[in-house]
């Protein structure tokens, strides 16, 4: 159920996402202003969104308030230290416990007893505002690419590395029976519906995360394909646990392929937007005609 309290966060939790993604040099310009104190501080604002919807819910915690406003200052403070011993930003062990920390979480729904019942969206969101704001605020990474402004070169490059991928899988699912094909048209509106749900909600945010961040760190240590290799496998054992109570190693296989592309659509121009519409793109067509 849509309560103002919900919409009244969901609205506040959009804004640093898009705030970064269309504005990224005000954003970080912006933090640099801020007094020290004050530039690390601030995501812990980030807890006033957890009450907002958990006191509407009626599942507000003072313990889940104070987790959510020290978590963000910890993130910051990591990687404001992993900036100032790693200038050349080749990255720093701060720099993956950060992004373990952050993938654990949401993967493993660590956070979700927060949350009222399937209102547990907000957490993923939320931590990933919460790095967001410290790579580009504090660490000033760069090479990330989270650039939303969309371009037609990259509707070539993602589209590209989707139909390059298409078959691949189709021929992979259907022969281990993970997918099945429907043959429905749905319409023009649910087709385009599903897509730009799943562009900004799913693929945005895991192509920064894993193409934007995991990529760009290990391609900086092991090279163009090594990275490119474990960041797949990476991205393909975070779909472990799901649909399926255990190990869903079919969804791991075609996650872990489907990832090579999306990798190779990101490091083309080192732009999410193009990874997120072979993504997008991707798990549309399974949503809608292969599930």
């Not at 969901?10 to 705030?19: G, Q, S």
């Not at 969206?121 to 990933?128: D, R």
């Not at 909600?201 to 990529?215: D, H, K, M, S, T």
Request: charged share 15%; proline share 5%.
């Amino acid at each position: 159920m849509v309560t103002p309290a919900n919409a009244v966060a969901a609205l506040l939790t959009l804004i640093p996402f898009l705030a970064a993604a269309f504005f990224p040099g005000h954003v970080a310009g912006w933090a640099q202003r801020l007094p020290a104190w004050a530039r690390f501080c601030c995501p812990s604002a980030l807890s006033i969104l957890y009450a907002l919807v958990a006191g509407a819910g009626g599942t507000f915690s003072w313990a889940w308030f104070t987790l959510y406003a020290i978590l963000p200052i910890a993130i910051a403070a990591l990687l404001g230290q992993a900036a100032r011993l790693d200038p050349d930003r080749n990255g720093n062990w701060r720099d993956y416990l950060v992004l373990a920390a952050l993938g654990l979480a949401v993967d493993l729904r660590w956070l979700e007893p927060a949350w009222p019942a399937h209102l547990a969206v907000f957490n993923k969101v939320l931590l990933l505002d919460a790095g967001i704001y410290a790579f580009l605020a504090i660490r000033r990474f760069d090479g990330v690419g989270f650039d939303l402004r969309l371009r037609l070169r990259d509707a070539g490059i993602g589209l590209r590395e989707a139909a390059l991928y298409t078959p691949l899988a189709l021929a992979l699912g259907l022969g281990l029976g993970f997918l099945h094909f429907h043959a429905a048209w749905p319409g023009i509106m649910p087709i385009a519906g599903a897509w730009i749900f799943t562009f900004f909600l799913i693929a945005v945010p895991e192509e920064l995360f894993f193409r934007g961040w995991v990529q760009n760190l290990l391609e900086r240590r092991m090279g163009r394909i090594p990275s490119l290799l474990v960041t797949s496998i990476l991205f393909g054992l975070a779909h472990f646990n799901k649909r399926a109570a255990h190990f869903n190693w079919r969804y791991v296989l075609l996650a872990a392929l489907a990832g090579i592309f999306y990798g190779r659509a990101w490091r083309n121009d080192r732009r999410v937007a193009a990874s997120a519409i072979t993504h997008a793109t991707v798990d549309a067509i399974w949503s809608l005609w292969l599930r």
